[in-house]
C-alpha cells in the first residue's frame, strides 16, 4: 500500500500519523506503533485463525489446533517465553446432532439445537407436553411442580431477564437442577433473534454439565408454538447427542516482551480465544485475539524494549464462564501484586471509542492525559466509569488491578454474536487496526510512566464498585467473590 493511500485510508476514522500533540510523551513511539499495524498482518491472522480453524470451542480439537498456531505465530515474531498454561474445565463438550418436530396439535418440524454444555438427550428422545414458565425464582419452581413433572419446560428468557442480567442470571444458572428437581423431562429455551437463526449459549458457569437436558428453538418457531398453546395442550418430540468428557485440560497462550527498566513489573494485554461453534468465531473473539496477536509483533519489531514487562495472554474458557483468566489469576497469585494494568478486547472490531475503566474515578483520571495526547487522534479517548464483568479483566478487577476493557461501537455486534453468521467477511479491517493501536499505543504509555497508572484498590474499595454495578450479589453466588 503507497503511503499516500494509507493516509486517505487512516482519515476516513480521524487518523493521522502525524497529528498526536507536540509534547505528548511517546509520540514517536506511538507513531511507529500504529503506521506498523496500520501496514501489518492482522486481517491475515484473522482469516487464518476463521477460516483454517473454525469455531474454537474451549477443549475441542480445533481449540488445541488453534492454540499451537498462536504459539508458532507469537514466535516467529521474536516474542519471548512463549508457552501454553494448562487449566481444567470441568467438563469436555462438543455438539452433535440434534432433530425435532412438533407432534400435537400437529405435526411440525422445528429448528432446535442443543444449549452448550447439555448432556444428550435419553436413548429414542422426549417426548412431552409444554409447560410455559416465566419465573426461575426458587419459590416459584416449587410452587409450580405440579405443573411440571412430566412435562418439558418452555422457559420465557426475556420475561425471567426483564429486571436486569445480573440480578437474575444466578438463578437461572440453576435453575436446570430445579426443574429436575420438580420433575421436569427438559427445559427448551425459545431464541430471541428473528430469522430462524439461533444464537449459541449455555445455561452453566464454569464448564459444567447442565443437570438435564437443555436445548433452544428458534424465535420464529417459539411463538408459534406459545399462539398455540394459548389454544391447547402442545406437545413436542426432540434428540440429540452431544459428545461429553469429565474434566479435560485447556491451554491458555501466553506470551511476553521483558521490561527494560523494570522486568519485575508486568502490564497484561489479553482477549479470549475460544469461541462458539455456530459460527468461526472472527468478531467475538477472533478480532481481540488478532488485536493481541498484532500488538505484540508491532512492540516487538520497534528494536527497542518498553520499561516494563508485557505479557500476552489468549485465554481459553471465557464463553463457559472465564475460566481460563480465573485459572491464571489463581496459579498467579503470588505475583499479582507486579501487575501495573491489564487491558482486555472482547467486543469486536466495532468503530473504536476508547476503554471502559470499570468504575475507577482515579483510573480515569490518570489515563485522561495519554487519552487527550495519544489516542484522540486514533478515535480512541473516550473513558467510561461503566463496570462489567462480561469478560476477561473481571477475574483481575477482583483483585484491585486497575483493568481497561476496550471500547468500541457495538450497534451491529449483536447481528452476528454467537451465531453461524460471525465469520471473516463481517470484520471491518480499519477498525480491527484502529483498536489495534489504541491497545498498543496505551500499552506502551503505560509501560513508560515513572509510576503506575494506578494503585491496587482495597478489597472493601473493590465491593463498593460491584455494589453500584449490582454485580456483587450475583459474584458472591457463584463464588468468584467474597463480601
Known sequence: MSPHRLT???????????????????????NRLTGSIFTGPSMNNLRDLTDSYGGRLTGSPAYQR???????????????????????????????????????????????????????????????????????????????AGQIRGHIVLLDMEKV???GVWKKLHDLLNSPQRFKEAGALAVIVPDTVPNNVLDAFSLDWGGRLTSIPAAQLCMED??????EMEQGPVALQFSFENKTSGPTQVNNVIAEITGRDRPDEWILIGAHFDSWDFGTGAQDNGTGSAMVMEVARAIAALGQAPSRTIRFALWGGEEEGLVGSTAYVQAHSSE???????????????????????????LRDAMQPISDSLLKDLSGHELSLKTTYDTDHGPFMLQGIPALDLMVDMSKYRDVHHKASDTYDKVDPLFLKGGASIVAVTAWAISQRPQPIGPHIEHAAVGEILKKADLDDFLTQIGAWKP
Not at 467438563?91 to 407432534?103: F, I, L, S
Not at 417459539?222 to 399462539?227: T, Y
Not at 499479582?336 to 482515579?362: F, I, M, Y
Open 8 to 30: 486517505g485510508f487512516l482519515c476516513v476514522l480521524g487518523l493521522s500519523l502525524l497529528t498526536f500533540a507536540a509534547d505528548a510523551p511517546d509520540k514517536d513511539v506511538a
Open 222 to 227: 417459539g411463538k408459534l408454538i406459545r399462539r
Open 161 to 163: 431477564l426483564e429486571e
Open 336 to 362: 499479582l501484586q507486579k501487575c501495573v494494568a491489564v487491558l482486555n478486547t472482547d467486543n469486536g472490531s466495532g468503530h473504536p471509542r476508547g476503554w471502559k475503566v470499570e468504575g475507577r474515578k482515579d
Open 66 to 144: 488453534a492454540a499451537d498456531w498462536a504459539v508458532a505465530r507469537f514466535r516467529s515474531y521474536g516474542v519471548q517465553n512463549v508457552h501454553l498454561e494448562p487449566f481444567t474445565l470441568p467438563n469436555g463438550w462438543q455438539r452433535g446432532w440434534a432433530h425435532a418436530e412438533m407432534v400435537a396439535p400437529y405435526t411440525r418440524r422445528l429448528n432446535l439445537e442443543s444449549l452448550g454444555w447439555s448432556p444428550s438427550t435419553p436413548a429414542g428422545g422426549i417426548k412431552g407436553e409444554l409447560v410455559a414458565i416465566d419465573d426461575v425464582a426458587p419459590d416459584s419452581i416449587k410452587a409450580k
